[in-house]
């Protein structure tokens, strides 16, 4: 059992001792000789180091560091583990290298727990904890820290504002870190607020990309952003501004919202929804890739309800077959819309592929909503045979497919028609 105690002291100092602060930022030279002193200094990666001296890994850089064992430590902590065979004797001086450690802290875990030291191992690492801050506390932290900006909108916050959206952004992709962002007011007191209200439009962007970070494939997050009633307060957004960023977060917020949900997306659809989805398209003021986004996000939806029809998942059936997306897409004027758009705007298409690519997956998915008006518009025929020849002309392996799916829509569409075009 003496020997168990070892391990423990052995990690707690090594836990504990990863949390000091100590500076590390030093210049590294690869070549040099790793000299080492009473200070940790970052190894270099590759860089050879003596052997006998305390290596860590620094938690907080992701770097490792090493320096020379305190004399109190070679008593205690880097007394090392040799082997298993002789458990007991553990000799001072005998050198540790990196992956040694490592080995022998999972052993020593192991160990801990066999022998049920492991109240004293988990007391080492909540001590190691306790430096740490995790991100749901971090989280809690940023949530307060917003709370405390003035209620009147301040020109010289808007930075910090910025800045905390941002670090939001990041934490709350995490499913975990999105409840405990919406449980601890967060929904409510910094995005609902600012997509709302705020006229600054670079805080309204940030706040929809929170927003579509944390809703995207988190159901509990989607019904939680549902209840809030953010699927109008996206749609009003995209029926008022013509901003290109404002325009895009907020069409990928409320896809996030949408996908996989067909409750929200028969109450948000049936209602401003698809308005304002149709509505982008039919604006002269918006650029060919939010529209682009606009038909993605219409065609994902569609074939999101096929397929839960198709292969006929119980639970969901009922509630897929109650959405009339089809029907609200056709009463709003898709078809017309996207006709226009594609017979009006195919000149920009001949330089973006990839926006071609999009607009020819929705036609086809929507194909069967909007056949009989497309096979009838002479416009919408010219526009894709003139994509289609001039990307089947050329070098580019993924413009000569893109007008491949192009060739065969038309051939769908028109093959009563004559071919004279080609
Ligand atoms: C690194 O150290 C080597 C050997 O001391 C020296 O020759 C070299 O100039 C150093 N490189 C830098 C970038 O300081
Ligand atoms: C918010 O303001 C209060 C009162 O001024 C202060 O005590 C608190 O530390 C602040 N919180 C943060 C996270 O800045
Ligand atoms: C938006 O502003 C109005 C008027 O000041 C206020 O009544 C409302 O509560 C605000 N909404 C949100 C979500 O902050």
């Known amino acids: 059992m003496m020997h168990m105690s070892t391990v423990c002291a052995c990690l707690a100092a090594v836990l504990v001792l990863n949390c000091l602060h100590v500076s590390a ?23 050879a ?13 992701g770097l490792k560091e090493a320096k020379l064992l305190d004399p109190s430590e070679r008593d205690t902590a880097m007394q090392s583990q040799s082997s298993d065979s002789d458990p007991g004797s553990g000799s001072i001086s005998d050198p540790l290298s990196i992956e040694y450690k490592a080995d022998m802290i999972e052993e020593s875990v192991r160990k801990v727990k066999e022998h049920r030291g492991y109240a004293e191992l988990r007391k080492a690492y909540k001590d190691f904890q306790k430096n740490f801050r995790t991100d749901a506390e971090v989280i809690v932290q940023l949530i307060e820290q917003y709370r405390n900006f003035s209620k009147t909108p301040l020109d010289l916050e808007i930075k910090p504002k910025m800045n905390a959206l941002e670090n939001l952004g990041y934490l709350v992709h995490q499913i975990d870190n999105a409840l405990v962002f919406i449980d601890s007011g967060g929904l409510d007191d910094i995005i609902l607020p600012i997509v709302v209200n705020d006229t600054n439009t670079a805080l309204k962007v940030s706040a929809m990309r929170v927003l579509g970070a944390l809703t995207g494939n988190n159901p509990k997050a989607q019904i939680k952003v549902f209840e809030r009633n953010f699927g109008s307060h996206l749609a009003q957004i995209m029926m ?17 919202l949408l996908r996989k949900f067909p409750l929200a997306q028969q109450r948000v659809l049936s209602t401003s929804g698809t308005q304002a989805l149709i509505g982008l398209l039919r604006s002269t003021e918006i650029e060919l890739r939010n529209k682009a986004k606009v038909v993605t996000l219409i065609s994902d939806l569609v074939l999101e309800k096929r397929h839960v029809i198709d292969e006929s998942k119980e639970e969901a059936l009922a509630q897929y077959v109650l959405l009339e997306l089809e029907s609200w897409l056709q009463s709003h004027g898709y078809c017309g819309a996207l006709e226009a758009v594609l017979s009006k705007d195919y000149v920009s298409l001949l330089d973006q592929p990839e926006v071609v690519e999009q607009f020819a997956v929705a036609l086809q998915t929507t194909e069967s909503l909007c056949q009989p008006l497309w096979s009838q518009s002479p416009a919408l025929r010219h526009a894709l045979l003139t994509v289609r020849n001039r990307f089947a002309h050329s070098e580019d392996e993924y413009r000569s497919e893109v007008s491949q ?5 038309c051939e769908r569409f028109y093959e009563k028609h004559s071919h004279s075009e080609l």
């Open 240 to 256: 008022s501004s013509t901003n290109s960023a404002e325009i895009s977060s907020a069409l990928h917020a409320l896809g996030a």
């Open 405 to 409: 799916a192009l060739a065969e829509l």
């Open 25 to 47: 930022s030093q210049r590294v030279n690869k070549t040099a000789e790793f000299v080492a002193t009473d200070e940790w200094q970052v190894i270099a990666e590759g860089q």
């Open 49 to 61: 180091i003596p052997k006998g001296l305390h290596v860590r890994i620094n938690l907080q850089t």
